[in-house]
C-alpha cells in the first residue's frame, strides 16, 4: 500500500506563490502517476496537475501557464509550484498516487492540504 502526504499550504495574497509538497510511502518510481487534485467549496473535484513514473507531466488547461509539476526522486516527494495565485485558486488540495495492485488501478489520497487566496 502506499500513502501520501501533503504539506505547505497556507494563505497567500492574489498575485503571489506556493509550492505545494506530497511525499509518498515509498519510492515514487513504483508508483504508475501522481497527481494534484484540488476541490473548491460547493464544487466537485478536479485534476491540476500529473507527472507519470516516466516523467511525463500533465496539467488542467486552464491552470497550465501558472503550475509546474515538479518531483525530487530520492525524497520520494512530488511538488506543486503555483504562481500568480488568485482569490479562485482557493481550494483543499489534494494529492494523489495512482498505482497497480494486482492488475487494478488503486489510489491512495492525502488528507489535503488548504490554500487560501485573499485579494
Known amino acids: 500500500q502506499v500513502q501520501v502526504a501533503e504539506s505547505g499550504g497556507g494563505l497567500a495574497q492574489a498575485g503571489g506563490s506556493l509550492r505545494l509538497s506530497c511525499t509518498a510511502s515509498?519510492?515514487?518510481?513504483?508508483?504508475?502517476?501522481m497527481g494534484w487534485y484540488r476541490q473548491a467549496p460547493g464544487k466537485q473535484r478536479e485534476l491540476v496537475a500529473a507527472i507519470t513514473r516516466r516523467g511525463d507531466t500533465n496539467y488542467a488547461e486552464s491552470l497550465k501557464d501558472r503550475v509546474t509539476i515538479s518531483r525530487d526522486i530520492p525524497k520520494d516527494t512530488v511538488y506543486l509550484q503555483m504562481n500568480s495565485l488568485k482569490p479562485e485558486d482557493t481550494a483543499v488540495y489534494y494529492c494523489?498516487?495512482?498505482?497497480?495492485?494486482?492488475?487494478?488501478?488503486?489510489?491512495?489520497w492525502g488528507s489535503g492540504t488548504q490554500v487560501t487566496v485573499s485579494s
Open positions: 494523489a498516487a495512482h498505482y497497480y495492485i494486482d492488475y487494478s488501478l488503486t489510489t491512495a
Open positions: 515509498r519510492n515514487i518510481l513504483t508508483i504508475d502517476s
